[in-house]
């Protein structure tokens, strides 16, 4: 779909709720099961899980998704990156992902963000970053390398700033 094209038709749904658009959005507007910020149970969520997903979309249009080490920096998410990765070459060119943990085996629940990512310089290197040793130490050590290592090899530090956050049963992704 592009700007400015009708999407599907939507019934039953109140589509003048402010919660479903953005100020100044001209686009049709998208039903989301939940519009928050990232608290409570979505905060658990996150550090409860390892490994997130992220889908950029390439200059071809075509979205790639990835398994992800990242933690959370108050209401953004950081993932640090090899410079050669092609994700940074698709976000540099449209800087909106989409960012997800694997939902429950039976579909029960799930957690999807969009985001506006964003090469950030000023973050520290992977092996300074006190909460990020701590949370992937162990994998770091297990896959072979050591913090220095990791950081050196994957040092492109992205901020993905939350956008919006879909989600439903998340007392099913921390179980």
Same mark, same amino acid.
């Given at each position: 779909?592009?700007p400015g ?31 928050? +910020?990232?608290?409570?149970? #979505? @905060?658990e969520a ?7 997903? !992220?889908?950029? *979309?390439? &200059? ?8 992800i080490w ?42 999807? +963000?969009?985001?506006?990512? #964003? @090469? ?9 970053? !006190?909460?990020? *040793?701590? &949370? ?40």
């Open positions: 779909m592009t094209e009708t999407g599907p038709a939507l019934t039953d749904i109140d589509i003048s709720h402010p919660a479903l658009f953005r100020e100044g959005d001209s686009r049709s507007p998208v039903v989301y099961l939940e519009v928050m +910020i990232i608290s409570g149970p #979505v @905060v996150l550090d409860h899980e390892l490994v997130g997903f !992220l889908t950029p *979309v390439n &200059r071809s249009g075509q979205p790639q998704t990835s398994p990242y933690i959370r920096d108050d209401e953004d998410l950081i993932v640090y990156n090899r410079p050669t990765a092609a994700r940074l070459v698709s976000i540099a060119a449209n800087p909106m992902v989409a960012f997800n943990l694997r939902g429950d085996r039976r579909a029960m629940g799930a957690l999807t +963000i969009e985001a506006l990512a #964003v @090469v950030d310089i000023g973050l520290p290197p992977a092996d300074e970053h !006190l909460g990020y *040793v701590q &949370r992937y130490g162990r994998e770091i050590e297990r896959l072979g390398w050591t913090p220095r290592s990791f950081a050196d090899e994957f040092s492109v530090g992205l901020r993905l700033s939350v956008e919006r956050i879909r989600s439903w049963g998340l007392d099913h992704l921390v179980r």
